[in-house]
């Protein structure tokens, strides 16, 4: 099945980190905290047989909350910005996320911990970034709203803004 496969390179690599009591739910979902308070959530996708790793990267700011949102879906569209990586923004909690599907059937445990390492960076790197755009710091490219022609239109982001639902 293909879930065994997702399934057994967790456990895996949660032998070799000395990870004890990894667990995976009956949907193929499980959480690991690295570093004491960097969720990410891996979940098995059954349809296209691939893992989905997804973490938070911080609290999108009210001031320039429109900037940063252009800003992080330009950035979708920048594979050498994004590293591939799909960033998006979870209403429920406030927070901007990103995310990455990748496939098992290309997958190894070696494989597995390489891009583990470049997602936690990637997370890293991210959060550095919300982290000054919270500080008031503008996404490169980006002005402040009240100094662009009918930027009264584009302010409000909040109602289409994507969603990633998190949690099993």
Known sequence: MPIDTFTSILHEFANRINLVGLQIDSSGYCCLDVDHGTLIHIK???KRDSMIFIAE?????????????????RMNDNAEESKGMTLAYNAESAHATIG??????????????EFFKIF????????????LYTQGTLPEGEEEMANVPGAEVAQDFSAGSPEFMIGA
């Open 44 to 46: 098995h996708e059954n």
């Open 57 to 73: 990267i911080g609290k999108i700011p009210e001031i320039n909350f429109g900037a940063i949102m252009r800003y992080m879906l």
């Open 100 to 113: 990455y599907q990748y496939p098992l059937r290309f997958i190894n445990i070696d494989k597995f911990e």
């Open 120 to 131: 936690l960076d990637e997370v890293d790197r991210w959060k550095k970034k919300i982290e």
